[in-house]
């Protein structure tokens, strides 16, 4: 089976796009598989997506490199918007990812903005995840480094912990390790530059490197970035809430903002080229 694909960049975050629509195609779990095994193309996430003409409901499953279901994607968001310009004329979607919409438009300057939705704060007892109403930071103790590591949780559709402890290269690859031990790959890590900065209402600009559950260290993550700037809403509250927050990461910056509760990730995406895949 031949299948088109189309290579896709998000700031340095790589997808694969297959246009289900296009290509006619209705693939199994293990024809999805096959495709990531055989892909000769450096990837991040396999995004596979589907919709009728004259609607602008997508759905999409996305599929990280490693074969793992992913359950959103900031970055793989606009790039779909993208493609769906380029191609079809769509200057506004609804992606639909495991029922969960999210509506993303792009202007004529090609910036493409994504609303990322509300945040939610948990905690993880016994692996199992438990949410709350407020967020809480919360610590673990990581033998290895003897050091107690200190983060917050939150759910944008994808989980996430930011770590707001300074670590050097060694420490972080030593606590990446632990946590993809213990959660069992379950979260995206996000290691802030200078994260006593979260705290002082003045700043709006992070540095984040990003540890994205089933793909590695990436460079640029944008449900991670949404995240960062959703704990400095979060901690400071109203008197930063119309507040701009940019986010840069070794594949270049993104902003965030909130509207009312909803969390919007502005930037852009690019088409690389088109490919073909025999499996």
């Given at each position: 089976?031949?299948?088109?694909?189309?290579?896709?960049?998000?700031?340095?975050?790589?997808?694969?796009?297959?246009?289900?629509?296009?290509?006619?195609?209705?693939?199994?779990?293990?024809?999805?598989?096959?495709?990531i095994q055989k892909s000769e193309d450096n990837f991040d996430q396999l995004l596979l997506i589907n919709f009728k003409f004259n609607s602008n409901s997508i759905y999409c499953?996305?599929?990280?490199?490693?074969?793992?279901?992913?359950?959103?994607?900031?970055?793989?968001?606009?790039?779909?918007?993208?493609?769906?310009?380029?191609?079809?004329?769509?200057?506004?979607?609804?992606?639909?990812?495991?029922?969960?919409?999210?509506?993303?438009?792009?202007?004529?300057?090609?910036?493409?903005?994504?609303?990322?939705?509300?945040?939610?704060?948990?905690?993880?007892?016994?692996?199992?995840?438990?949410?709350?109403?407020?967020?809480?930071?919360?610590?673990?103790?990581?033998?290895?480094?003897?050091?107690?590591?200190?983060?917050?949780?939150?759910?944008?559709?994808?989980?996430?912990?930011?770590?707001?402890?300074?670590?050097?290269?060694?420490?972080?690859?030593?606590?990446?390790?632990?946590?993809?031990?213990?959660?069992?790959?379950?979260?995206?890590?996000?290691?802030?530059?200078?994260?006593?900065?979260?705290?002082?209402?003045?700043?709006?600009?992070?540095?984040?490197?990003?540890?994205?559950?089933?793909?590695?260290?990436?460079?640029?993550?944008?449900?991670?970035?949404?995240?960062?700037?959703?704990?400095?809403?979060?901690?400071?509250?109203?008197?930063?809430?119309?507040?701009?927050?940019?986010?840069?990461?070794?594949?270049?910056?993104?902003?965030?903002?909130?509207?009312?509760?909803?969390?919007?990730?502005?930037?852009?995406?690019?088409?690389?080229?088109?490919?073909?895949?025999?499996?």
């Amino acid at each position: 089976m031949l299948i088109n694909f189309t290579k896709m960049n998000s700031q340095g975050n790589n997808f694969m796009l297959v246009d289900l629509v296009k290509e006619k195609l209705i693939l199994s779990e293990d024809d999805i598989h096959k495709i990531i095994q055989k892909s000769e193309d450096n990837f991040d996430q396999l995004l596979l997506i589907n919709f009728k003409f004259n609607s602008n409901s997508i759905y999409c499953q996305i599929y990280n490199s490693d074969g793992s279901k992913a359950y959103q994607c900031g970055n793989g968001l606009r790039a779909i918007m993208l493609y769906l310009n380029e191609k079809y004329n769509y200057s506004k979607i609804v992606v639909d990812i495991e029922n969960v919409k999210y509506s993303v438009t792009i202007n004529d300057q090609k910036e493409i903005t994504a609303s990322m939705g509300e945040s939610r704060s948990f905690r993880l007892i016994d692996n199992n995840v438990h949410y709350q109403n407020s967020l809480e930071r919360q610590n673990i103790l990581i033998d290895s480094i003897k050091k107690s590591v200190g983060f917050y949780l939150i759910d944008l559709g994808n989980k996430h912990c930011v770590i707001v402890d300074q670590f050097d290269n060694y420490e972080k690859s030593i606590i990446t390790n632990f946590f993809d031990n213990y959660y069992s790959n379950l979260l995206n890590l996000e290691f802030v530059d200078n994260p006593k900065d979260l705290f002082d209402f003045n700043c709006g600009h992070f540095t984040i490197n990003v540890y994205e559950a089933g793909a590695g260290w990436t460079k640029s993550c944008g449900s991670g970035a949404t995240a960062v700037a959703s704990l400095f809403y979060e901690i400071h509250g109203a008197q930063v809430c119309d507040k701009l927050i940019f986010i840069k990461q070794k594949g270049g910056e993104l902003t965030v903002k909130k509207k009312n509760k909803n969390l919007l990730l502005i930037g852009p995406s690019t088409i690389e080229f088109e490919g073909k895949l025999n499996v």
